[in-house]
Every structure is written in structure tokens, then in C-alpha cells.
């Protein structure tokens, strides 16, 4: 197939570096998107030749498709990047990226399954497959289009797991990697996949050059699979690779002391209440966090040890995700009700034990990170984790870190966190006591250390070490 735009370097992922949206006044409105890949494609400098294949989310951003007429986005909007939008079928793309991405994959990989959400492999489900086959067709034939004899192109993450295959038949001189951001579901969660599906998945992914994860425990697991599910030696013709991704320590100290956050800084510690101690956590309400069971050893906490009462506060920022889902709308609700109940139970005239704050505002997660003295990341699995990474690199007085053995980041951090098991309430509720006792000088020593260990490998060089693996 002709490359019509000659890119030597893609970037293809679900949610792309700007969205739009339709202002009352009838223009549309670009918001530039953050984090890893977007710090780590502008690495690559303002000259290179590089395209992001999207998807267009929701309606801003078809009616930007639309009146951009085909051409590229505006370069003000994103940033100088070359940006293609797709515009999928909307549903199609529903059935992509609620259906199969985010409640069958998803689910998998942090092995979420449970009642009342049990995996159903129905008609209705091969009908979501389909779907998922589609689009991931749509970014395949538009990165084949888009790409310059043996370009080097990065697929990304669980919605995009058939492209690199698809790409190769198209292309076969393209240099294809693929990155999975989340953890991989050991075999025997795996196969709770139909066969055909799971054979797949793990095909799809061996269709790159090279497939990467955050962690050698989540590649460890991706090559387990390949071995159980397809036979031995099956992985032979794609290499793996591990990138852990770190905390972007320059934007964030340079981000995290402008003027919005200090005044998040003042107001939080009102909120707080002078003399008091925090427990910070900032999440996405996202299933895989396990808010609610951080919310349940805090009120075991209270409960065991009195001598916290009007002593501490749990400050919870838990940003909605996923709306579109019943059961994150479900857990939603549930983590508003347990604060409310151990709001009523415990609180009093001067003091509300659980500060929650539901609209996601970045400058006061920053500003929370930098006055923390507890910071709880506990989730049931996760790819990584960054704010336990981003938390020690902001810390004023030093953060004790209480972190999920089953984070990504455990892997690099766990020799100066507090660790627990994300299911064991009491044990969690034991760990929050031993941070929060833990002496001043033990706190900055450890802090040193996790800021150290979480800046080891910043986005740009994170995403650099990918594009020259595939050399
Ligand atoms: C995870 C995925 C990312 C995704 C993010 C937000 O971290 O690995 O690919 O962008 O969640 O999820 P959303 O569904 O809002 O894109």
C-alpha cells in the first residue's frame, strides 16, 4: 500500500494527545492531554517526521475530524504533532472499547472478575469481537497508509492488541513494536478466555518486532501465556522487552510550585486542619484502584486506634472514568457512600476524617502530593502505578508510602514503601499506623530513595529506548 504522508515514526493509541469540545458558542475547544507518551513522542524533537494515529471520543472530536475535512488537526491544538483522527463508527467504537477493551480485557489482565461482573462469552460478545476486530482494522490500515518505507511504529496498550499483526500483513517492512500498559493475566486467568480469542490476542501481539511491558513480571506472564495457550517457542520470531516508565521529575517540580498549586497547598491544608496528619491517595475511580478497600482500612484504623481520632485525614481524589460502564457508575456511588458513612460515624464538630474529591483537577493533585504524609496506592493490580512514583518526587516533608505488592512499581519500589496485600483490610489498616508512627528522619531517608528510583527512567528516554530497540 502507498504511504501518503511518509511518517518514520507512529504512535497508534485508543485516546490521543488532544480531545475536543463544542463550546456554547458553537468553536471547538482543544485540550492538550498529559502523561508518558505525550512527554515522550515531543522527545523525538519538532522536526521529526512522526504521526499519532487516534481514535476521535465523543462528539468534539468528530466534529473536529469533520471540518478538518480529512487534513491534519491544527498544529496549535496538538501541540505541533501530526495527528490523524479516526472516526469510527460510533458503534463499532462502543463495542471496541467498552465492550471488549474495557470490560473483557481489562478485566482479564487485572484479574477483576468477580460477582456480580463474571465473564459472559455470548453471542452478543462475538458480536463485540467483531467490532474489535474492525477497529483495530481502522488504525492498522491507517498507520499503513501513513508510514514511510521501514518506518518504526509504537502500537499501544490492550485496545490495539490485533493491529501489529494486521500492520505486518499489510506492511511487512515496517518495524512494529507494542507497548502494554497494563499488567498481563498469568495463564491460568488467561484461559478463562474462548480459545480462539485468547490464541488471538497473544498472535496479534506476535505479529510485532518487538513486544514491551512495564514490568518482567507482566512480560514473564505475556510469555507463559504464549507458551500455554500456543505451544513452546511460539514467541521465537518477536522480542520482549521491559521499559519501566518512570516519573517526569523536571515537569512535574516546574508544574507543581506555579501559583494554582500553591493555592491548593492553602486551601488543602485548611481542609486538613492545622496540626493534622494526611493520608493522600489520587485515583481514577477506576475497579482496579480498590478505593473503597483503602477507604475500609482507614475506618479499621480509626477503629483500632483511637489515638488517630481528629488526628488524621484521609484525603481521597477519585476522578470519574468510564462513565459509560454501569459497574464503574456502580463503584462510583459505593466509594461516595463508604466516605459519607465514615464521615457520620466518626467525624465531629472540627473534624471530617474523609476529605473526597470527585472533579478531577490536576493542580490540586499536585498540591496534595507535595503535603502528604501518607501516601496509599493499593490497587488489586496495576501496569505501574505513577503517582507512587510522582508523590516522593513532590514530597515537602518526606511521604510515607503505602504501596500494593501487586503495582507495577513495586517491582522499583518496594524496598522503601510500607507493602501490603490489597485485599487484607486489617493488614492495610496496620500498614497506615506504621506510616504514619514512622519517625521524620526514617521518612526523608526513604523518600530519597524512592524519588530516586522512580525518576530512573523519565518518559523521554522511556519512549527513545523503545524507538532504538526496534533499530
Ligand atoms: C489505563 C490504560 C490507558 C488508558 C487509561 C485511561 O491506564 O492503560 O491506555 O488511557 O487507563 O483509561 P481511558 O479508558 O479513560 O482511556
Redesign the pocket.
Same mark, same amino acid.
Given at each position: 500500500m502507498a504511504s501518503t504522508h511518509g511518517a518514520e515514526v507512529l504512535v497508534a493509541?485508543? @485516546?490521543g494527545p488532544v480531545s475536543y469540545q463544542v463550546g456554547e458558542d458553537g468553536a471547538l475547544h482543544a485540550r492538550r492531554g498529559g502523561g508518558g507518551l505525550v512527554s515522550g513522542l515531543s522527545a523525538i524533537g519538532p522536526d521529526a517526521n512522526a504521526v499519532w494515529v487516534c481514535a476521535a471520543l465523543g462528539d468534539g472530536d468528530r466534529e473536529a475530524v469533520r471540518r478538518a475535512g480529512g487534513a491534519p488537526l491544527p498544529a496549535e491544538d496538538t501541540g505541533g504533532q501530526h495527528v490523524r483522527m479516526l472516526d469510527i463508527d460510533a458503534d463499532v467504537h462502543h463495542d471496541a472499547?467498552n465492550g471488549i477493551a474495557?470490560s473483557v480485557l481489562w478485566f482479564v489482565h487485572h484479574m477483576l472478575y468477580q460477582t456480580p461482573l463474571e465473564p459472559v462469552f455470548d453471542a452478543g460478545f462475538r458480536r463485540q469481537w467483531a467490532s474489535y476486530e474492525a477497529y483495530n482494522r481502522a488504525f492498522a490500515e491507517a498507520l499503513a497508509e501513513e508510514a514511510a518505507e521501514g518506518a518504526a511504529v509504537l502500537i499501544?496498550?490492550?485496545?490495539l492488541v490485533l493491529a501489529p499483526r494486521m500492520l505486518r500483513q499489510l506492511r511487512p517492512d515496517l518495524r512494529i513494536g507494542h507497548f502494554s500498559?497494563?499488567p498481563w493475566a498469568p495463564p491460568d486467568y488467561f484461559r478463562l478466555l474462548p480459545d480462539d480469542i485468547a490464541a488471538e490476542l497473544l498472535n496479534g501481539i506476535l505479529g510485532a518486532d518487538r513486544a514491551a511491558f512495564l514490568t518482567q513480571r507482566w512480560a514473564d506472564a505475556f510469555t507463559d501465556c504464549c507458551h500455554a495457550v500456543l505451544g513452546a517457542d511460539v514467541a521465537a520470531g518477536t522480542r520482549i522487552g521491559v521499559h519501566g516508565l518512570g516519573a517526569d521529575a523536571d515537569f512535574l517540580r516546574e508544574r507543581a510550585h506555579r501559583g494554582d498549586v500553591d493555592e491548593w497547598v492553602t486551601a488543602l491544608r485548611e481542609e486538613i486542619g492545622e496540626g493534622r496528619r494526611s493520608i493522600v491517595r489520587v485515583d @481514577?475511580t477506576e475497579l482496579s484502584k480498590n478505593i473503597v478497600r483503602g477507604l475500609l482500612a482507614f475506618r479499621q484504623l480509626l477503629e483500632d486506634r483511637p489515638e488517630w481520632r481528629e488526628k488524621v485525614v484521609h484525603v481521597a481524589f477519585a476522578y470519574p472514568? @468510564?462513565q459509560d460502564l454501569a459497574v464503574y457508575r456502580e463503584y462510583t456511588a459505593e466509594v461516595q457512600r463508604v466516605a459519607d458513612e465514615i464521615n457520620a460515624h466518626f467525624g465531629t464538630a472540627g473534624w471530617t476524617p474523609v476529605v473526597l474529591h470527585v472533579r478531577d483537577d490536576f493542580a490540586r493533585s499536585l498540591a496534595a502530593y507535595r503535603l502528604a504524609d501518607v501516601a496509599l496506592v493499593n490497587p488489586i493490580r496495576d501496569?505501574m502505578n505513577l503517582v507512587a512514583k510522582e508523590v516522593p518526587v513532590l514530597s515537602e516533608e518526606g511521604c510515607a508510602l503505602v504501596l500494593s505488592r501487586e503495582a507495577g512499581a513495586y517491582e522499583e519500589l518496594g524496598a522503601d514503601a510500607i507493602v501490603v496485600n490489597p485485599y487484607d483490610i486489617v493488614g492495610t489498616a496496620d500498614a497506615l499506623h506504621r506510616a504514619l508512627s514512622m519517625p521524620a528522619s526514617e521518612r526523608t531517608e526513604r523518600t530519597k530513595h524512592l524519588a530516586a528510583a522512580a525518576t530512573a527512567l523519565p518518559p523521554a528516554q522511556w519512549f527513545l529506548d523503545q524507538l532504538h530497540a526496534l533499530d
Open positions: 493509541s485508543n @485516546r472499547y474495557n499501544q496498550d490492550y485496545h500498559h497494563t @481514577r472514568s @468510564r501496569g
